[in-house]
């Protein structure tokens, strides 16, 4: 079935450091491709996403592209706050049953 | 336009008892989800409804059920709770199911606390 791999974490930063949070993803045919977050104590956001291979999709300085030949969907930020500390979900949809497929999180801490 | 609403916040039942939990997806919207976030568990798709039919459930017992109302609202009911039910149990909502792969628009989700 569909599968979806992140690291898991917990990752650190120190404030104003480079971002990779790397996903990888297993799907029979082309999904759509998505980050959420999800900050302490509350439910998740859509962050950013991506429809087709080449796409880039981009929100609050966060950026993943669709790559088709690596079936990956990175996220990146050049700059992080620590208003960025929160759990990342990479996920993906097919347009079947299930609704989303989720990778496990990625806890992010951005210390000052 | 309103998000998806849940409720309760929080709720907290014993060992045993049911719990029903409520879910109002953004207006237009037809298709409900149900996820199950246990600590270090990730998210676990629990039920899908679309136009008031069951169209899929995950790898959970019988003893968690839902409906969808004619309003698109939906409940989920979880009998003879165990303590391995406590969870934060979040709610979704997209405008189509099936061959939709839009993106999911998430409610705050209700902490389920089972003594």
């Known amino acids: 079935g569909d599968s979806v791999t992140q690291m898991e974490g917990p990752v650190t930063l120190s404030e104003e450091a480079f971002l990779t949070i790397n996903c990888t993803y297993t799907a029979t045919g082309y999904p759509s491709l998505f980050w959420y977050v999800q900050y302490p104590g509350e439910g998740l956001q859509l962050l950013l996403k991506a429809t087709k291979a080449d796409d880039k999709g981009s929100n609050k300085g966060f950026e993943a592209t669709y790559r088709k030949e690596t079936t990956s969907f990175h996220l990146e930020k050049g700059s992080v706050q620590v208003s960025d500390s929160a759990v990342y979900f990479c996920a993906l949809r097919m347009g079947g049953a299930d609704g989303l497929t989720f990778g496990k999180g990625t806890h992010l801490i951005i210390q000052p | 336009e309103a998000g998806v609403t849940q409720s309760p916040t929080h709720l907290i039942k014993t060992r045993g008892q049911q719990a029903t939990l409520r879910c109002s997806p953004i207006?237009?919207?037809?298709?409900v989800y149900w996820y199950q976030q246990a600590l270090g568990l990730g998210l676990q798709f629990l039920l899908w409804y679309d136009e008031g039919e069951e169209r899929n459930r995950g790898n959970f017992p019988p003893r968690f059920s839902g409906r969808q109302f004619p309003n698109y609202s939906s409940e989920l009911n979880v009998n003879a709770l165990e303590l391995e039910d406590s969870a934060l149990y979040l709610c979704?909502?997209?405008?189509?199911?099936?061959?939709?792969?839009?993106?999911?628009?998430f409610g705050e989700g209700s902490r389920l606390t089972v003594l």
């Open positions: 979704a909502s997209s405008r189509f199911g099936g061959t939709d792969t839009g993106e999911l628009f």
């Open positions: 207006s237009g919207h037809t298709s």
